[in-house]
């Protein structure tokens, strides 16, 4: 394989931890969470983190965190939400891997994220949301890859394997 990481972006429930896993277990590579990471290191949950240090801690730990991770070879790397939309987070992990935007349309999270309440942000009003999400969108863009994610985890994986193996030659 050309890349020895592949990190994946795009919006909250886009299925980043998700595909992730699945990818991971299919090439047989590491897989790292960097929301986990960040939680192990602190010894709290995101929610907390954002409670009682604040947002701009948080950002500013997940981005360190990136930066020792970006090291590990062969591993398959699922980063928070606001990562994939940090341009100096993006470009480093375009410099060490394959950067892929799984993309959710703005129902679709709406829908997905109605069963997963911890994320802080989802605090926001509806139009706060909408303005991130289209904000949010212009960067990740810039990916290496773009897959909409309206298909079954383990099928977006494969196709994610395929995009690995045509880089290779
Ligand atoms: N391709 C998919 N289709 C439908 N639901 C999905 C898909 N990928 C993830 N989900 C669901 O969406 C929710 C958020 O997934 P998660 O992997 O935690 O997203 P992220 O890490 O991008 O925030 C979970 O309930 C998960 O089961
Ligand atoms: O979009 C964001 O800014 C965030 C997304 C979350 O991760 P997921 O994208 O895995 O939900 C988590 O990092 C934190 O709640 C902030
Ligand atoms: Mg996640």
Redesign the pocket.
């Known amino acids: 394989m050309k890349f020895k990481r592949v990190f994946l972006i ?1 919006f ?8 992730g896993k699945e990818l991971a277990k299919s090439l047989s590579w590491k897989f790292c969470d960097l929301d986990e990471e960040v939680q192990k290191e602190e010894g709290m949950s995101i929610k907390e983190i954002f409670e009682l240090k604040g947002e701009d801690y948080f950002r500013k730990r997940e981005l360190e965190v990136l930066k020792l991770l970006v090291l590990e070879d062969n591993a398959v790397i ?1 980063t928070g ?1 606001g990562l994939g939309a940090n341009k100096e987070a993006l470009e480093l992990m375009k410099r060490h891997g394959l950067v892929v935007w ?1 993309d959710v349309s703005f129902d679709a999270f709406l829908q ?2 109605k ?2 309440q911890e994320r802080p942000l989802l605090k926001k009003s509806l139009g706060e949301l909408k303005k991130l999400y289209q904000e949010r969108k212009k960067i990740y863009s810039q990916a290496h890859a773009h897959i909409d ?1 309206t ?3 383990n099928k ?1 994986a494969q196709r994610i394997i395929q995009i690995l193996q045509d880089e290779r030659r």
Do not use: N
């Not at 909250?12 to 998700?18: A, D, N």
């Open positions: 795009g909250m429930c886009s299925g980043k931890s998700t595909i699922s939400g799984l997905r994220c069963d997963v994610t298909d079954e985890p977006i």
